[in-house]
């Protein structure tokens, strides 16, 4: 009954119209361009310290040879290169840093192999864990090949990540897995999304309350996917979200807010479309003018990072508006 309540009140409120004041850009600046391709952002708070990790490569391509970079910097504004983690062959991409309930930094992400005539021949998760940043376990794969569990949520003890097989042509499956130690996991549930449904992001609310921002089609009329879901987490309320998420992140800020970001794509008089990084208010997202950009553009952009303290989000993110896909940092405050 509390569930049928939930969902109730979720899709109620999804549906309905929240006023509010535009963000405000406090600061945007870039913080690396020392590669010919950098992408693919994460941000997290570690003891006193942001850590920014990303992929360089030559291209946005698989079979690049990706490499993933991490950055420290105490205050956001001044970054050092702490860790460069390569594995011969494979393609790196898509990193994602979490914290275990010890403390240990958890560094999630995809590896690809490819033949010599650009074809994948493997296509695996991978993770390795670190106490500062600096020195990193070696890559462990985990899950089996294919699934690609794009980010993971530590909450009460247990990581949840949502992975997604995309080596099917005619459609993609998702599942929710859950694990105790992030190289172990079991299936929750799969989830009923159609229409080649990917990355994922999952949060959770103090009372509990799964919710999920969830990436669903190929173009850039395939609208992004939000849920919501109770413990034991196997039966999901969804609704449609009218934006698009390149790379889809969240965050829940006070009053109950759900603050989006991805890469969005926006269209000009031309009828062609123009991608930026934006940021979105989705108990509003309803409302079209509801999209706040944040400072991007030019052939590749989006992937961001996100971090709440109070009413200061700091997002991570890349773009290619200078030319060369290089990372940047939005200071934004929140209404």
Sequence with gaps: MRFITLLTTFLLG?????????????????????????????????????????????SHQDGENGKIRILTSPDGKNWESVALIAEEGVDLRDPKLSIKPDGTL???????????NGNVVNRQSRVAFSHDGAE??????????????????????????????????????????????????????????????????????????????????????????????????????????????????FVIAPEHQFWAAGRVYIKEEDNKYQEKTGLVNLSDAANPDNLFLVPSGGDDTGYPGMVLDGKILWMSYYSSQDGTPSIYIAKILLP
């Design 14 to 58: 999804m549906m309905g119209h929240i006023e509010c004041t535009e963000p405000k850009l406090l600061e945007s600046y870039k913080i690396w361009d020392s590669s010919p391709y950098s992408a693919f952002t994460d941000l997290i708070r570690h003891h006193d310290q942001f850590l920014c990790t990303f992929r360089e490569s030559d």
């Design 106 to 116: 958890m560094l999630l992400l995809g590896g690809t192999i490819t033949d010599k």
């Design 136 to 249: 990193w376990t070696p890559l462990t794969p985990i899950l089996t090949e294919n699934e690609w569990l794009w980010r993971v949520t530590w909450h009460d003890g247990r990581a949840y990540g949502i992975a997604y097989d995309a080596h099917l042509k005619n459609e993609w499956t998702v599942n929710l897995y859950v694990s105790s130690d992030g190289i172990n996991y079991d299936l929750v549930t799969p989830l009923d999304i159609k229409h080649f449904p990917n990355e994922a992001t999952i949060r959770f609310a103090e009372t509990g309350e799964m919710y999920v921002l969830l990436r669903a089609g190929k173009s850039v009329k395939s609208y992004a996917w939000f849920g919501m879901s109770e413990p034991p987490y196997t039966a999901f309320a969804w609704k449609r979200i009218k934006q698009v998420f390149g790379g889809p992140d």
